[in-house]
C-alpha cells in the first residue's frame, strides 16, 4: 500500500483549469519530485494533498485511506512563502504548532532543542524570528514543518534563497527522514537537486502532466547527443563539425562540446580525435534532467 | 462514538491552544502592558481629583473676626454652630471693642495684614436682625459664603422666634430646608434596575454613571480588540504563517480562538479598570466623599452587572466574529483600515446614539434600537439601566441577538475559511462566493 496515492485529481478555478486530472504514487522511504514552472500547478497541487483545498474530482489517498482531519497531523507542510510569526520567539511559535497537531509541550520542546543542535543553531532558541537571517529562518521554518514527525513531508521550493552551505545542511536533513521511512513531495525549479534526491518525478505543463516516470527511464527515453572530447594540454582538434550526424561544436574549458544527431557519431568522433593527439576526456553525455525539462516544456509550447 | 467524543475533545484542546497561545502573546506585549498601566493610573487619579474638588481636604477654615459687643446675640450663636462642628469651613475670634468703629477698623485690618484672621463681620442695626457686612481682601469662596449665609438664615429665624412660644420640634422643622425626593417607580413588573421599592435620586444618578462607563467599555472594547482580531489574522496571512496554520488546526476553531483569547484579553484590562476603581472607593477618604454625596455602593443593582457583561460578552462577539471575518479577506495590514471602516462606522453610529439617548431611553428611537442586533448591546443595556423594559423585551432582544451572532458567525466562518488562502486584491462579494465553491468551504 503506497503512503501517499493521488488518482485523476482535477481543480478549476472559474473556467481555468489549474490543475488537469494528475496521478502519481509516492512510497515510504521516497522523495517524490514535482517539477514544472510558475503556475504549472505544482502550489495547487499540493494544497490538495495537504487538503487545503479540495479536489473537484479524482481521489486522494493516504495510507489507503481518504482524507480527514485526523490526516492533517500526519501531514508536514514547508510552503514557498514561508511563513512564521516574526515577532514572537522562535521556541514560542514552534511548540505552538507542535501542540496545535498533537504534539505535547515537553516533546515539542525536547524535539527543537535536537533540531536546533542538529542545524548548528541551539542559541536561537530564544530569538524572535525577525532577528534571523533568511538562510536561518528557513531552518527554522523546516522545523516547523516536521516538528510533529508526519510521516507525509510536503516540501514546496525547500532550498530556494540558501546558501551552498545551508542547503547541504538541509539536504542532509531530508534525506536522513527519507531514510527514516518518510514520504516527501518535493518541489523545485532546481534540477540538480531532484537529480540527486529524487527516484520518480512529475514534470508538469499547464495544469497536464508531460512527463511522469523513474528519472533512470526518463533520461533512457531521451537520446544521448552530447559528447565531450578532450585531448592532452587542450590541444585543438579540427574538422569535428566535418564528421556526419554532427550538428554543433562548441569549445569549453572542459574541452569541446559537440552535438550529435545520432548515437553512432559519438564512435566517428572518438577516432578522429584520437588521430590529433591523446585523449584524456571523451564522455557520451546522458541528457541532464534540465535538457529533458525545457524541451518536454518547451515541445508542449509548439 | 468514541472517536466522535476524542475529535470533540481533540478541537477543544486546540481551542485553549489558540486562546492561550493569542492572549500569552498580547499580554507581554509592551502595548499591553502600557494601556493596563495606563488605566489603572487613569481612573485612579480621576478618582482621587474628584476627592480633592468635592472634599477638599486642604483647605483651612477661613478664620472671620468680628467686634464682640457688636451684636452678642448673632456672633455668640454663629460661633455656637461652628464650635460643634467637627471639621467647619469657617472659625470665628471674636476681640474687644476698640473704642471706635474706626479704631475697630484698623484693629481688624492689622490682624489681616499679620495673617491671623481672612476677614472680618460688621454689623449694622436694620430692623429686628443687622445686616452684615464681610470684609476681606480676597472674597469668599462659594462654597463657605453659602455655609455662612445658611447659618445666619438659621440664626435669624432663631432670634426672631424666640419670642413666638415655639416648641423644639417646630423650631427644628422649621430649619429643615424643604426636599423633593424623586423616586422613579415601576408600574409595571420589569427587568430594569427599578425595583418594587422605586429608584431614589441617588440610585438614578448611580445608575446612570453605571450605563453611561459600561457604554464606553463596550465602545472601547469592541472598536480596541476588533481591530487587535482583524489586525492578528491579516498579519498572520501576511507573514504567510496561515498557511500552516491552516494545516494544524481546523479555521473554525482558529478563528473562535482568537475570539475568545482576544474577549479575555478585553475582559481582563475592564476587570484592572474595575479593580483600580474598586480599591480607589474602599479607602477610607473616598467612601467619606460618597457618604457626602448620599451615594451608596450598595444601592447598585447586582443584575446590572450581570446584564453588563451579558451584553459586553454579546456585543463583542457580534463584532469580534465580523472583524475575523474582515481581516480574513484582506492581504496586507496596511489595506485594513479602509477594509473595516464600515464596521467601526457602525459601532460609532450605535456609541454616539447611545451617548445621545442616554437623556431619554424612553424615546420611541431608542426602543426600536434596543432590538436592532447592532445596537442592542448599546441601547437595550441603556434602557435596562435607566428605563424599565418589560423581561419580555430584554429577552427577546437577547434572542435576536444571539440568532444574529450564530448567523454572523457561520457566515464569517465560511469567509475566513476562503479568505484565509486568498492572496492578492480583496476579493469582492461575488470573487469570494466564486471561491467558497471553490474551496467547499
Known amino acids: ?302 | 462514538m468514541k472517536s466522535l467524543s476524542d475529535r470533540w475533545v481533540r478541537n477543544l484542546n486546540n481551542l485553549w491552544t489558540v486562546i492561550s497561545f493569542s492572549l500569552r502573546n498580547r499580554m507581554r506585549s509592551k502595548a499591553f502592558i502600557a494601556t493596563t498601566i495606563t488605566i489603572a493610573l487613569l481612573s485612579t487619579i480621576a478618582i482621587q481629583v474628584m476627592y480633592l474638588v468635592i472634599m477638599n481636604p486642604f483647605s483651612n477654615p477661613d478664620r472671620i473676626g468680628f467686634v464682640e459687643n457688636a451684636a452678642p446675640a448673632v456672633t455668640g450663636r454663629l460661633t455656637a454652630y461652628y464650635g460643634g462642628q467637627e471639621k467647619p469651613l469657617i472659625e470665628l475670634a471674636g476681640y474687644p471693642d476698640a473704642g471706635s468703629p474706626d479704631a475697630n477698623e484698623e484693629a481688624m485690618k492689622e490682624r489681616m495684614r499679620g495673617g491671623e484672621i481672612n476677614g472680618y463681620l460688621e454689623f449694622a442695626t436694620d430692623g429686628l436682625f443687622p445686616k452684615v457686612t464681610y470684609k476681606s481682601e480676597r472674597p469668599m469662596d462659594t462654597g463657605k459664603k453659602s455655609s455662612l449665609q445658611s447659618a445666619l438664615q438659621a440664626i435669624k429665624a432663631d432670634i426672631i422666634l424666640s419670642d413666638a412660644n415655639l416648641t423644639e420640634e417646630q423650631r427644628t422643622a422649621l430649619a429643615q430646608p424643604v426636599r423633593i425626593e424623586a423616586v422613579q417607580i415601576s408600574t409595571a413588573e420589569g427587568a430594569g434596575s427599578v425595583g418594587a421599592d422605586g429608584k431614589s435620586e441617588e440610585e438614578q444618578v448611580f445608575a446612570f454613571m453605571l450605563v453611561y462607563i459600561v457604554i464606553i467599555l463596550l465602545y472601547m472594547g469592541i472598536m480596541i480588540t476588533g481591530q487587535l482580531i482583524a489586525t492578528e489574522i491579516t498579519a498572520e496571512k501576511s507573514s504567510r504563517v496561515m498557511e500552516i496554520l491552516v494545516t494544524s488546526v481546523a479555521p473554525l476553531t482558529q478563528m473562535f480562538g482568537k475570539i475568545i483569547g482576544m474577549c479575555l484579553l478585553g475582559l481582563t484590562q475592564i476587570a484592572v479598570f474595575g479593580f483600580t476603581v474598586a480599591v480607589n472607593l474602599m479607602l477610607p477618604h473616598t467612601r467619606e466623599m460618597f457618604r457626602e454625596l448620599n451615594l451608596d455602593l450598595s444601592s447598585l443593582d447586582p443584575m446590572l452587572v450581570v446584564y453588563a457583561v451579558i451584553f459586553y460578552v454579546t456585543g463583542y462577539f457580534l463584532y469580534g466574529t465580523l472583524y475575523a471575518a474582515i481581516g480574513s479577506i484582506v492581504s496586507r495590514t496596511e489595506e485594513l483600515g479602509q477594509a473595516v471602516m464600515p464596521l467601526t462606522t457602525i459601532s460609532m453610529v450605535a456609541f454616539f446614539l447611545g451617548i445621545f439617548g442616554l437623556s431619554n431611553p424612553n424615546a420611541s428611537y431608542v426602543v426600536i434600537l434596543s432590538y436592532i442586533p447592532f445596537f442592542t448591546p448599546y441601547f437595550m443595556f441603556m434602557r435596562i439601566g435607566m428605563a424599565d423594559p418589560a423581561l419580555w423585551e430584554v429577552l427577546l432582544s437577547l434572542v435576536i441577538l444571539l440568532a444574529t451572532i450564530l448567523l454572523v458567525g457561520w457566515l464569517s466562518a465560511k469567509i475566513y475559511r476562503t479568505g484565509v488562502l486568498m492572496y492578492g486584491k480583496r476579493p469582492g462579494i461575488r470573487e469570494l462566493r466564486k471561491a467558497m465553491k471553490a474551496y467547499k468551504a
Not at chain 1, 544521448?224 to 569549445?251: H, M, N, T
Not at chain 1, 545520432?262 to 564522455?283: C, K, M, N, P, S
Request: neutral net charge; proline residues 3%; glycine residues 8%.
Open chain 1, 1 to 302: 500500500m503506497s503512503t501517499l496515492q493521488v488518482e485523476r485529481i482535477v481543480k478549476q478555478y472559474g473556467d481555468k483549469t489549474a490543475v488537469n486530472g494528475i496521478s502519481f504514487t509516492a512510497e515510504a522511504g521516497e522523495i517524490y519530485g514535482l517539477l514544472g514552472a510558475n503556475g504549472a500547478g505544482k502550489t495547487t497541487t499540493m494544497r490538495m494533498v495537504l487538503g487545503l483545498i479540495m479536489p473537484d474530482s479524482g481521489s486522494i489517498r493516504y495510507h489507503g485511506k481518504p482524507y480527514s482531519r485526523e490526516q492533517l497531523r500526519d501531514l508536514g507542510y514547508l510552503p514557498e512563502e514561508r511563513g512564521l510569526y516574526p515577532k514572537i520567539k522562535v521556541s514560542d511559535q514552534i511548540i505552538y504548532l507542535a501542540r496545535l497537531r498533537g504534539v505535547s509541550a515537553k516533546e515539542a520542546d525536547r524535539r527543537l532543542k535536537e533540531w536546533l543542535e542538529k542545524f548548528n543553531v541551539p542559541d536561537y532558541y530564544d530569538k524572535k524570528v525577525e532577528e534571523l537571517s533568511k538562510g536561518n529562518q528557513q531552518k527554522i521554518q523546516f522545523i516547523a514543518a516536521v516538528i510533529h514527525d508526519p510521516s507525509i513531508l510536503v516540501l514546496d521550493e525547500a532550498f530556494s534563497g540558501l546558501d551552498p552551505v545551508n542547503v547541504e545542511l538541509l539536504k542532509a536533513a531530508v534525506k536522513e527522514l527519507r531514510d527514516a521511512g518518510k514520504t516527501i513531495l518535493f518541489s523545485t525549479h532546481r534540477m540538480e537537486h531532484v537529480e540527486e534526491l529524487c527516484r520518480n518525478i512529475t514534470i508538469l505543463h499547464r495544469s497536464n502532466v508531460v512527463l511522469q516516470g523513474g528519472i533512470r527511464d526518463i533520461k533512457k527515453r531521451f537520446p544521448r547527443e552530447r559528447v565531450i572530447v578532450r585531448l592532452e594540454d587542450d590541444g585543438a582538434i579540427e574538422g569535428l563539425e566535418r564528421i556526419p550526424g554532427v550538428r554543433s561544436v562548441e569549445k569549453r574549458e572542459s574541452g569541446y562540446e559537440v552535438r550529435i544527431d545520432r548515437t553512432d557519431a559519438a564512435q566517428a568522433i572518438l577516432d578522429h580525435a584520437r588521430q590529433q593527439g591523446d585523449v584524456v576526456r571523451f564522455e557520451l553525455m546522458e541528457p541532464t534532467l534540465n535538457e529533458i525539462f525545457i524541451r518536454s516544456v518547451g515541445e508542449e509550447l509548439e
